[in-house]
């Protein structure tokens, strides 16, 4: 269903209508605003409320950048001032203010193979980024990067220079406080594995697994596994040549589990040559991830990617029209709604499937199963521009939130990925159903609604997930 709003904006001087002359509505974000003082929004690329997000990340490895997440509290995977890059993250929280996820680290490099990130990482320059897309520079190598994404895939499209080059994933590092991955070689151009992530805000046990499927376009001359030895003392220490370091594992083959472990590739490359390196990921399983990867990027390349992830943010962004007014006031709007349609974001594989509110069942959605749920954050207006613009997503989102209860018994609080991270105050729920209700979105089961706010209400606080502190009201 699409709606063409007329909206006015008087304190801008911007009136609703379009010309077929002006430029788009996703020509005028700038995925760059919010990436500094503390604003934690990010540039990568990312379709509408889509699963799959790949983002720079350059938080971590160098006494250069200005902030660094080892070495304070910090939530996001980019700072624009920072400017040591180690890789592209998948599937990444945008303004969140607690560390989590931000991990499958995807890295290109030539020369000498070098698995440390410390080492490994490199400067850049010339970032663009727009709605679905983001490329740098790396300096150190040479190395053109580009991104874009479909909901539940991302593709990076790496322009090498002649030489020894490779393709590095970590799966050791990332944002989030979990630890714990495993990974499988399935033929000369895929891996598959499993990342542990989690403990958002505080929360040990709002832990969820993250399945993922890696492919390239390009048969490696090597390829192999990397883990980080621990440390040996004594006799222990004289016969491992590895303690404490990374140790490659050339010569092995099959499935690898630890803390921090990863995969490389080596290419030979021509002068110029381009290598593209998909991902597909699933909270379900790496089966669903393959079908994900099958269903969403067969029989694609980058740039076709890119334009069906342009076409979605425009098609999204034009639900609102706008002329008058100046380019950087149009830029302040669109860039504004663009955040807006990044979370809730859905869950559920191309397949229906998805992992059920803080259960081991998988269930089958029926349509879109819906995720990070930061009440708190969005209940004032996101939520309501939603009922508005989106009203056939946000009936979907109240939908999602009625089924968590069914699933888990209550509403969601700080919903993250089917796991209740319970952060911040209240029943931010409740006014996010009402307001759908009262502008006149009613598809959904009200007596359900109803019954589960009211338990939210009288539960006495002892076993109150919502209101812990409800016996003294």
Partial sequence: MKRLISFCIFSLGLLAAASATDKRPADY???????????????????PNGMMSVVPFNVMGSEDNKYDKDAR?????????NCFFTGYSHVNLSGVGC??????LLMPTTGELSVDYKEYGSRYTDEQASPGYYSNFLTRYGVKTEVTATPRTGVARFTFPAGQSHVLLNLGEGLTN???????RTSDCEFEGMKLLGTFCYNPQAVFPIYFVMRVNKQPAASGY?????????VEAEWDADNGRYKLYTHYGRELAGDDIGAYLTFNTREGEQIEVQMAVSFVSM???RLNLDAEQKGKDFSRILDEARRRWDDDLSRILVEGGTDEQKTVFYTALYHALIHPNILQDVDGRYPAMESDRVLTAQGNRYTVFSLWDTYRN??????LVYPERQLQMVRSMLDMYREHGWLPKWELYGRETLTME???????????WLKGLRDFDIESAYEAMRKGAVTPGAENLLRPDNDDY
């Fill in 226 to 234: 990397w883990k980080k030895q621990r440390p040996m003392s004594g």
């Fill in 426 to 436: 209240g029943d931010p729920s409740i006014p996010v159903i009402v307001d759908t």
């Fill in 73 to 81: 509290w910090w939530s996001t995977p980019y700072e624009y001032h």
């Fill in 178 to 184: 979990e630890t714990g991955a495993f990974l499988r």
């Fill in 29 to 47: 974000v700038n995925p760059f605003i919010g990436t500094t003082n503390f604003g934690t929004t990010n540039p990568g690329a990312v379709c």
């Fill in 287 to 289: 089966e669903n991830a």
């Fill in 99 to 104: 560390p989590d996820l931000g991990s499958l």
């Fill in 382 to 387: 996101v939520h309501q521009l939603l009922t």
